[in-house]
């Protein structure tokens, strides 16, 4: 036999005796003794490579948890890193965020990579965890986790405060015990939580005792896109800026998770992968940390295909999209060669499914659109056929399926990663296309999060444009509107704007009827001066023939004054913007806006105990650069420079209404400064006068600054 031979034999694996060695690998049944005949099964090339029919060990885009730790490898350096600084002697950390890009591995790294490694920490005693996101309830999320997974005892987190949760925390734990509790998709508290359960634990997180007080350990993963949502909680923001980031990982980190769930799951088992598959797979993996799912997902579709080597790989991203596009096209889409077409209404009733499972950014960035949690209640209200499907995508390891335990309990339904929404082309198409749609749903959901955190006060209800686009919503029948939250807000919503309307047809007919009142008056005014038809006045002496000299006592005078100084600080409707526009242009670097405001006041004098309203009226124009909650005011003379900045191209309708529409969503957050403005401008109005009243040596002046009556964006 020779090294040439593809059967030669490489290493002889015994039960016992002496360690051989030879060609190429062979199993040996029996003892060997001195001369003994050994017997002996070949393993050829081919067997070696050889998985049809041995159960797939690799996951595909399902997370690693705990339960797979021994098929977990790669970041072991990182893991002793992690454990090290969670458990210094001089201060063990009680809250450590693992930041990372979407895709980077945060959940499995944490579950099946850290927990582990505390457990051998931790050895003398006893690790418990527990494991949750948390989706729109945080805290019941918090208070589920810590009675189902770690045995503490139940309690309402809503009422928790951070000194009270310590204590909790310190009284139940055994003093053998090691508490470590997972926050997983920490981001979600900023897309899908609502904000009364959100700032509470945002509470609880900023105040965590020290690890020494309640033997608890909290680890969150958040997506490194989602940091800057924790600048206004400046201790958080903090603590995540130290904390572990996942970036990409090395060549030979990759060949271990390549090779180790096979290791683990067929240890006594000759299958291994060639060579330069390995390599190859850990050369395309090692360019970008959020290539991880793609290679997992490779990796469970090349044993699929039931050949480990070169021939069952094209690329990373070829992976995911094969699986998901065969999904979308075969029933039988597991089958060697499928042959079961779905007609074209079951592929559209999928990805509408998916898109009801994501929430897009409202800021053009598709990089930021994440996954979206929903009840399969919701999904499936009005369509129980939908209940097979999320069936069926589940079983394909599309969607991932689980239940939040409660009275009742919450059967919850995802996309299983978020790697499907920037590699799947179909549903990337899917999104653009209806882009728009799922912006108003997406800003209905969020409005409705603000309309629960504020007690559902009617200041929070939905009018003007954004009650429209619910009446899209609900005309769709929009998953947003299938739960009974969002039914009452917008039904809350309609009854108020119905309300609105009466009272403005009211207030409609009132106005005609002071109209016709005044008209009235002026006719009889116009009879008194000795006129009946049209007439011709002067303010000036003399008056020529048919003109009517109306000085200030006039009663013509004296009447439209009092109209004008009555009526001048009443609402000018409900619009805030009158005329708006976009351009393009060089002159700034990011999103500007201009605002041209106008201020109204009553500035109230008084001579003895006879007091008189004179009504003052200026504009200026206002400049910010960002969005309206995040707003950089600029100086006044940039803001007259770019009043006069030409456009450098053209900007399409829809780009513009977007753009014009949130500066309209954000304008709540600019009155702070625009009050502080309207109050400096005020003051300064009344200094004037005042200086014009004591020169006329006038006995005293007050003031009363005037409500904003109305703004002009340009």
């Given at each position: 036999m020779t090294d040439s031979d593809p059967d030669s034999i490489t290493n002889i694996n015994r039960s016992g005796g002496a360690d051989l060695s030879a060609g190429r690998d062979i199993n040996v049944d029996g003892d060997v003794a001195g001369r003994d005949i050994i017997k002996v099964t070949n393993i050829t090339d081919a067997q070696q490579y050889d998985v049809h029919g041995l159960a797939n060990p690799y996951l595909g885009l399902q997370s690693f948890t705990y339960a797979d730790h021994a098929k977990y490898a790669g970041r072991e350096k990182l893991i002793v890193e992690t454990v090290a600084r969670l458990t210094t002697l001089d201060d063990p950390l009680a809250l450590l965020f693992i930041t990372g890009a979407s895709g980077s591995g945060k959940s499995s790294f944490v579950q099946a990579g850290v927990l582990s490694a505390l457990e051998k920490h931790y050895a003398a005693l006893r690790v418990k965890w527990a494991v949750f996101r948390p989706s729109h309830n945080p805290l019941a999320a918090l208070a589920d986790a810590l009675w189902r997974q770690l045995g503490l005892?139940?309690?309402?987190?809503?009422?928790?405060?951070?000194?009270?949760?310590?204590?909790?925390?310190?009284?139940?734990?055994?003093?053998?015990?090691?508490?470590?509790?997972?926050?997983?998709?920490?981001?979600?508290?900023?897309?899908?939580?609502?904000?009364?359960?959100?700032?509470?634990?945002?509470?609880?997180?900023?105040?965590?005792?020290?690890?020494?007080?309640?033997?608890?350990?909290?680890?969150?993963?958040?997506?490194?896109?989602?940091?800057?949502?924790?600048?206004?909680?400046?201790?958080?923001?903090?603590?995540?800026?130290?904390?572990?980031?996942?970036?990409?990982?090395?060549?030979?980190?990759?060949?271990?998770?390549?090779?180790?769930?096979?290791?683990?799951?067929?240890?006594?088992?000759?299958?291994?992968?060639?060579?330069?598959?390995?390599?190859?797979?850990?050369?395309?993996?090692?360019?970008?940390?959020?290539?991880?799912?793609?290679?997992?997902?490779?990796?469970?579709?090349?044993?699929?295909?039931?050949?480990?080597?070169?021939?069952?790989?094209?690329?990373?991203?070829?992976?995911?999209?094969?699986?998901?596009?065969?999904?979308?096209?075969?029933?039988?889409?597991?089958?060697?060669?499928?042959?079961?077409?779905?007609?074209?209404?079951?592929?559209?009733?999928?990805?509408?499914?998916?898109?009801?499972?994501?929430?897009?950014?409202?800021?053009?960035?598709?990089?930021?659109?994440?996954?979206?949690?929903?009840?399969?209640?919701?999904l499936v209200s009005g369509a129980p056929e939908r209940a097979r499907l999320i069936d069926t995508l589940t079983q394909a390891r599309l969607l991932s399926v689980d239940t939040e335990h409660g009275e009742p309990a919450r059967v919850e339904v995802d996309l299983i990663h978020e790697t499907l929404l920037s590699n799947w082309d179909h549903l990337r198409q899917a999104v653009a296309e209806r882009r728009h749609e799922l912006r108003q749903r997406v800003r209905f959901e969020q409005q409705l999060k603000e309309w629960i955190g504020q007690n559902r006060v009617g200041d929070y209800l939905l009018g003007g444009v954004r009650l429209a686009e619910a009446r899209d919503l609900e005309h769709r029948d929009d998953v947003a509107l299938h739960n009974a939250d969002a039914k009452d807000y917008?039904?809350?919503?309609?009854?108020?704007?119905?309300?609105?309307?009466?009272?403005?047809?009211?207030?409609?007919?009132?106005?005609?009827?002071?109209?016709?009142?005044?008209?009235?008056?002026?006719?009889?005014?116009?009879?008194?001066?000795?006129?009946?038809?049209?007439?011709?006045?002067?303010?000036?002496?003399?008056?020529?023939?048919?003109?009517?000299?109306?000085?200030?006592?006039?009663?013509?005078?004296?009447?439209?004054?009092?109209?004008?100084?009555?009526?001048?600080?009443?609402?000018?409707?409900?619009?805030?913007?009158?005329?708006?526009?976009?351009?393009?242009?060089?002159?700034?670097?990011?999103?500007?806006?201009?605002?041209?405001?106008?201020?109204?006041?009553?500035?109230?004098?008084?001579?003895?105990?006879?007091?008189?309203?004179?009504?003052?009226?200026?504009?200026?124009?206002?400049?910010?650069?960002?969005?309206?909650?995040?707003?950089?005011?600029?100086?006044?003379?940039?803001?007259e420079e770019l009043l006069l900045a030409q456009p450098d191209a053209n900007v399409h309708a829809e780009q513009a209404r977007d753009f014009l529409q949130k500066v309209l969503d954000g304008f709540e957050a600019l009155r702070p400064h625009l009050n502080e403005v309207d109050v400096q401008h005020g003051e300064e109005l009344l200094e004037q006068h005042r200086r014009v009243r004591m020169a006329a040596r006038m006995q005293g002046v007050s003031h009363q600054r005037a409500l904003l009556s109305n703004t002009l964006a340009q």
């Open positions: 005892p139940q309690f309402d987190a809503h009422v928790v405060s951070p000194a009270d949760f310590g204590d909790f925390l310190e009284t139940h734990t055994p003093s053998q015990q090691v508490n470590v509790i997972v926050i997983d998709q920490f981001e979600e508290l900023f897309t899908q939580s609502n904000a009364q359960p959100c700032n509470a634990l945002f509470a609880l997180l900023t105040h965590l005792p020290p690890f020494r007080m309640t033997r608890t350990h909290i680890i969150a993963t958040v997506r490194a896109d989602y940091l800057p949502e924790l600048f206004a909680l400046p201790t958080l923001y903090d603590i995540a800026k130290r904390g572990i980031d996942l970036r990409v990982m090395s060549v030979d980190e990759l060949r271990e998770v390549i090779q180790q769930p096979l290791r683990a799951t067929y240890p006594d088992n000759n299958k291994r992968f060639r060579a330069e598959l390995v390599e190859r797979l850990a050369q395309d993996a090692a360019e970008d940390a959020a290539y991880l799912p793609l290679l997992q997902v490779t990796l469970e579709e090349i044993w699929r295909k039931g050949t480990l080597t070169v021939g069952s790989y094209t690329n990373l991203a070829d992976a995911i999209k094969q699986r998901a596009d065969k999904v979308l096209a075969y029933q039988d889409y597991d089958a060697a060669q499928p042959n079961q077409p779905r007609i074209s209404e079951e592929q559209a009733a999928i990805l509408n499914l998916c898109l009801d499972l994501v929430d897009v950014s409202l800021d053009d960035e598709a990089r930021r659109d994440v996954r979206r949690r929903r009840s399969k209640d919701e917008f039904f809350h919503s309609v009854e108020r704007e119905e309300v609105e309307r009466q009272r403005e047809k009211a207030r409609q007919l009132e106005e005609i009827r002071r109209l016709r009142i005044r008209n009235r008056i002026i006719g009889r005014l116009a009879e008194a001066v000795g006129r009946k038809d049209k007439f011709a006045a002067r303010f000036e002496l003399p008056v020529q023939d048919e003109q009517v000299y109306l000085s200030r006592t006039h009663p013509i005078v004296e009447g439209l004054a009092t109209y004008v100084m009555d009526t001048a600080l009443d609402p000018i409707g409900e619009g805030i913007a009158r005329r708006c526009g976009v351009i393009r242009t060089s002159k700034v670097e990011k999103r500007t806006t201009l605002l041209l405001v106008r201020f109204r006041y009553h500035i109230l004098t008084k001579r003895g105990e006879t007091e008189q309203a004179l009504l003052a009226e200026d504009c200026q124009l206002l400049a910010f650069a960002g969005s309206a909650e995040k707003a950089q005011w600029l100086d006044g003379s940039i803001a």
